[in-house]
């Protein structure tokens, strides 16, 4: 993923007409994208945590997708898109995780333990933060194919 990113940057600054705004644009996101990727790596490193699921995975294909794409646009290539799962699918499936965790502590709450054991606290936190990165490093590629698009159009027009 790292190196289609800066595979990205590099097709980008070669275009001797640039504007300035949009390759700006490209730039932002495509750090915040780096920062967001190494500070899920840094928690997933840090963290025990469970074993990566199809959830996960799909997840990543579909980020992974989106940065090739981006730089089969840049190099004016066509682009086999990777199969995967259905994100609606695998956020709801994220979702219904972390609300059945969260009855779990109501149950435990209701049954008078307030005090949450810690195998329990670390899983409700570790899937709201993953699905959190996840959904924003998604978000993020969205975005940085957006920009790119927007880019080639202005440079085509100048």
Not at 6 to 24: D, E, P, Q, R
Not at 47 to 59: N, P, R
Not at 63 to 76: F, G, P, V, Y
Not at 108 to 133: F, P
């Given at each position: 993923?790292?190196?289609?990113i800066?595979?990205?940057l590099?097709v ?21 994208l ?11 490193q ?8 199809k ?5 990543m294909?579909a ?14 290539e ?24 969260s009855?779990?502590?109501?149950s435990?709450?209701?049954a ?47």
């Amino acid at each position: 993923m790292v190196t289609t990113i800066y595979c990205i940057l590099a097709v980008c600054t070669t275009f001797s007409k640039c504007t300035t705004g949009k390759l700006y644009e490209i730039v932002v996101t495509q750090n915040t994208l780096l920062s967001a990727t190494a500070s899920l790596g840094t928690y997933i490193q840090i963290h025990h945590t469970t074993d990566a699921s199809k959830y996960f995975d799909a997840y990543m294909t579909a980020i992974d997708n989106q940065l090739a794409c981006s730089e089969a646009t840049l190099k004016n290539e066509t682009f086999t898109e990777i199969e995967t799962l259905n994100l609606e699918e695998t956020k709801n499936y994220l979702q219904q995780v972390f609300e059945s965790l969260s009855q779990k502590r109501n149950s435990e709450i209701d049954a008078g333990m307030l005090e949450i054991n810690s195998e329990l606290r670390e899983q409700l936190k570790e899937v709201r933060i993953i699905s959190e990165q996840l959904e924003w490093l998604h978000n993020l590629s969205k975005n940085l194919h957006t920009a790119i698009n927007g880019y080639i159009e202005r440079v085509e027009n100048l």
